[in-house]
């Protein structure tokens, strides 16, 4: 069974070994084993699995001599932070209303929120950039972080969590006097942290590896986040582009390192009905 | 105390997962700023004000005259050495004043060069407007054979006709003889006569007088074979006649075509002449010009004085910074003052007598750069002529040539630094001082500048402010291995004094942050020629060490000079004075770090 795991997780960990080896080798040598694949010459690429000549110029000059990546790392957050934190501010009373509250059409209304969920980012483009361009936020980071604040997905991941709420608990504190954002503030979000929390990472990862939100909504390119900055980089940056993905394949993983206990307890409480 | 604590998680991986963002997010941000800071140095440093509308009500009104140019541009011949710069800088010339003067050995070595060139150039014009003699031998050679096939065609057909009519001549007589022979033999075959006594009746008597007796038939048929060996004869003459005459007649016709290709090739050959003595005229002319020109300029060649040369450099825009060359050069000489008299060495120079020799003035100070009268001296040469030191504007007489006392500076050895008089120069300069150089390459801005300015490429070319920089960069090494040692101590005491995990990465941030602050500040320090232009280039530094061990040892390797010496002696000072200290830095920071030991060790045996 290991061995079947192993062999199962053998491309992910070929990927990140790819890019680690990479950002470890000399121009020389990237141009050599990939250059089949590159320019198109005649033969074949391959890859070496430790580099011949270890170099650490391709991380130099990313972290010394190519301040643009940091622009654009900074800018990538100046995008998640907002968009996550709406996420948290917008999504989770909505995902609690829809979760725990009864009123009329609120199936209706969760309903709407899954096709809408389920639509495509070609589908919704045309109507936020119509949006975003009426309310003049087009080429602002606004333009970007606003649809993800107010994303479907989030919600369907809290109002899982919250589902599994007690509704004991909550007739209890009602009995006790609380009103409903009481109820939401202190026995809803400290029992939805799971489901909270999964969703944000989510959405994190989500935000942090968009591409064509910004390319469609962002001008400017002193305003373009991370995610755009590695389609910039050309062939002869090889070793550099393999640095830069190291670098920004970091902060998704730390995020999800960190937040892997709560996706799982998120992804399990979304499957488990009351 | 405590720093504040991290916020609680359900277990400690997940505290763990988060400190690691918060590292990764603290070191980024590092980074950030080393990155602006380190790139920031390499860029072009540009201020820019928002522009604003207004009303401009500022005049300006002004009035002058017109005038020649006041400033020209003069370049003298590479490879001369100025000997001697006869106007002071400011002064105004005239058109015809001579403003320097060349070493007279190479003007007159350049001189003869160019006159011998000029001889040689005259002796070939000479040799192409006489006309050299055509070489007509082929063509006299071709005529004349010609002439000797038709002497020899008009021989053979003489020949032949000889022959011919000798063999004709055989015949004919061969001819006669055999008619002849024919007759007598018809002759003697007929009857004879009647009255001859013969009877008629009786042939066969015999009675009868004999018949007279005629040729035989041998004898005719011999003369039929003389006919006919004569006729044989002139057949044979005639056609040997014939073949001589066809040999002959192609003799005459080779002849013909020699002398057509000979004609031919002796045109060519005449042309070829004639264009080779034009293209020679016209070089010849050529370089009569240059010879003009090259005596034109050198007789009319004027060096420029160091104000002229910081004026154009001005004017060029080298970095708009004005190069104030100051030519000075190193002689043994005599001192005199009245009957007493000291051998010394003297630096006489041209322009800024502080670049020449870092004096120490005990009295007065250095002469001013217009100042070529006025002379400083060692005090050791002032004892040894005055017994004072106090001796200002006395007169001093060095190499002939008077000048007054400006000042007296400290050195041990007699040194004389005088500005240049005429009677006081002969043999050219042997350096420059290149003062007011942009930041860059100064190296290579003063080899322009050099050779733009007619002086000629220098033998040896010594960057000293690069050099001092290396030098006061090593005289700050004990004192950041001293800042260091003491940081770290101040560390280990700091994180004892707030126990935590995340003291220790708190101050590593701090540091890290303080260090990405000053980046700008300490790049700064440093030559440019020290930074990169990007500092992945890690060839860079191979190159740099290569460059600037190359630059040390064109420095070691200088003409000896006053000066040199000193300054070499200053840097062996110096680097005996770093090695010092880093080791007593050294044997410092081992003390702290063996003395910190102890203190822990301690503190555990008594917890």
Known sequence: MLGVLVFAALPVWWAIWFMFTGALMPLDELTATVSPVLTGREGIASWPLLPTWPTLAPMTELLLDTPQFFVMFWNSFKLVIPSVAGQLVIGAPVAWALSRLRFRGRGLLFTLYIVLMLMPFPVTMVPNYLVAQNIGIMDTIWAVALPFAFSAFPVFIMAKGFDAVPRAMLEAAAIDGANHFKTFVRIGLPLGVPGILSALVLGFIECWNAIEQPMTFLKTKSLWPLSLYLPEIAADKLGLAMAASLMMLAPAALIFLFGQKYLELGIQAAGVKE | ?607
């Open chain 2, 1 to 607: 105390m405590a720093l504040p604590k991290l916020p609680r998680f359900r277990d400690e991986s997940q505290k763990k997962a988060f400190g690691n963002i918060l590292k990764f997010m603290a070191l980024v941000l590092c980074f950030t700023l080393i990155a602006r800071g380190a790139t920031g140095v390499t860029l072009a440093k540009v201020d820019t004000v928002m522009p604003y509308p207004a009303e401009i009500v500022e005049s300006v009104s002004a009035g002058g005259s017109v005038q020649a140019a006041s400033s020209l541009a003069i370049t003298a011949p590479a490879g001369l050495t100025i000997k001697e710069v006869l106007v002071a800088p400011g002064q105004t010339v005239s058109a015809g004043d001579a403003i320097a003067r060349f070493a007279p050995e190479e003007i007159a070595e350049g001189l003869g060069r160019a006159q011998l060139a000029l001889d040689e150039m005259n002796l070939n014009l000479e040799q192409l407007e006489r006309g050299e003699p055509h070489d007509g031998s082929a063509l006299t050679g071709a005529q004349n054979a010609l002439a000797w096939a038709e002497q020899d065609y008009a021989n053979t057909q003489a020949a032949g006709n000889a022959a011919i009519a000798a063999a004709q001549t055989a015949l004919t007589d061969a001819q006669n003889t055999l008619n002849a022979l024919r007759e007598s033999a018809s002759a003697a075959a007929a009857p004879p006569p009647a009255d001859a006594g013969a009877d008629p009746e009786n042939p066969g008597d015999s009675a009868a007088p004999p018949a007279p007796s005629g040729p035989t038939a041998a004898d005719i048929a011999a003369a039929e074979a003389a006919v006919s060996a004569a006729q044989t004869a002139l057949d044979s003459a005639v056609r040997d006649a014939d073949m001589a005459l066809q040999g002959a007649a192609r003799g005459i016709e080779t002849a013909r075509l020699g002398l057509s290709s000979t004609q031919l090739a002796d045109s060519a050959a005449r042309q070829n002449a004639a264009d080779t003595a034009a293209q020679n005229a016209l070089d010849a002319e050529a370089l009569r010009l240059d010879m003009e020109a090259v005596q034109a300029s050198i007789s009319s060649a004027a060096a420029k004085s160091a104000r002229q040369i910081a004026a154009e450099s001005a004017a060029a825009g080298n970095g708009n910074t004005a190069f104030w060359p100051t030519f000075w050069t190193e002689q043994e000489t005599i001192a005199a003052k009245g009957l007493h008299t000291a051998n010394t060495r003297c630096l006489w120079f041209s322009g800024d007598a502080t670049l020449v020799w870092p004096a120490e003035f005990v009295h007065g100070g250095a002469p001013g750069m217009l100042d070529e009268s006025g002379c400083v001296i060692s005090d050791t040469l002032a004892w040894q002529l005055w017994g004072n030191i106090d001796v200002l504007d006395y007169e001093l007489t060095v190499d002939g040539q008077a000048y007054a006392v400006r000042g007296v500076f400290r050195e041990d050895g007699l040194l004389v630094m005088a500005g240049t008089g005429e009677a006081a120069f002969k043999d050219g300069w042997q350096a420059v001082e290149l003062a007011g150089m942009p930041d860059g390459e100064v190296r290579a801005v003063a080899l322009g500048f050099v050779q733009a300015s007619g002086l000629g490429t220098p033998d040896t070319l010594v960057d000293g402010p690069a050099l001092s920089a290396v030098a006061d960069l090593l005289s700050l090494l004990p004192l950041v291995l001293m800042s260091i040692a003491l940081l770290f101590g101040l560390l280990r005491r700091i994180t004892k004094a707030l126990p935590g995990k995340a003291t220790g990465w708190v101050l590593a941030f701090a540091i890290l942050l303080a260090f990405a602050w000053a980046l700008p500040a300490l790049l700064e320090m440093l030559p440019p020629s020290f930074i990169p232009t990007r500092f992945s280039d890690f060839a860079f530094w191979g190159r740099l060490a290569a460059s600037a061990w190359e630059h040390v040892k064109e420095w070691l390797l200088l003409r000896p000079s006053h000066i040199d010496v000193q300054a070499k002696l200053l840097l062996y000072a110096q680097v005996g004075i770093f090695v010092a200290q880093s080791i007593i830095s050294a044997v410092l920071m081992c003390r702290n770090l063996a003395a910190q030991r102890g203190f822990t060790t301690n503190a555990q045996y008594t917890a």
